[in-house]
């Protein structure tokens, strides 16, 4: 059993930036592919982005160019760095570890002014 525990998320203007942390129990290399979620009001779950254990990546169109993951294996910890934040970014963001499927608990973030 993989817990994640996610944090950072908040409240912020538009075009403002926040950096998700999502802290594993485990060797984050052990889990092969980790990535983010994110759930808006009456929206099913999307992708937001990926990364696998050789350390590429992967992001939805929308969040291409604002928005970038990476990781640090020695916390065992995933990022997700978003920048130029808009209103639509607003959702619960999610961590998930592809193999076995472990999901984090949430972590609002909310873009207004």
């Known amino acids: 059993q993989v817990q994640l525990v996610e944090s950072g998320g908040g409240l912020v203007q538009p075009g403002g930036s926040l950096r998700l942390s999502c802290a594993a129990s485990?060797?984050?290399?052990?889990?092969?592919?980790m990535g983010w979620y994110r759930q808006a009001p009456g929206k099913q779950r999307e992708l937001v982005a990926t990364i696998i254990r050789g350390g590429s990546t992967n992001y939805a169109d929308s969040a291409k160019g604002r928005f970038t993951i990476s990781r640090d294996s020695a916390k065992n910890t995933v990022y997700l760095q978003m920048n130029s934040l808009k209103p639509e970014d607003t959702a619960v963001y999610y961590c998930h570890v592809m193999n076995g499927n472990y999901w984090g608990q949430g972590t609002q973030v909310t873009v207004s002014s």
């Open positions: 485990e060797n984050i290399f052990r889990l092969n592919a």
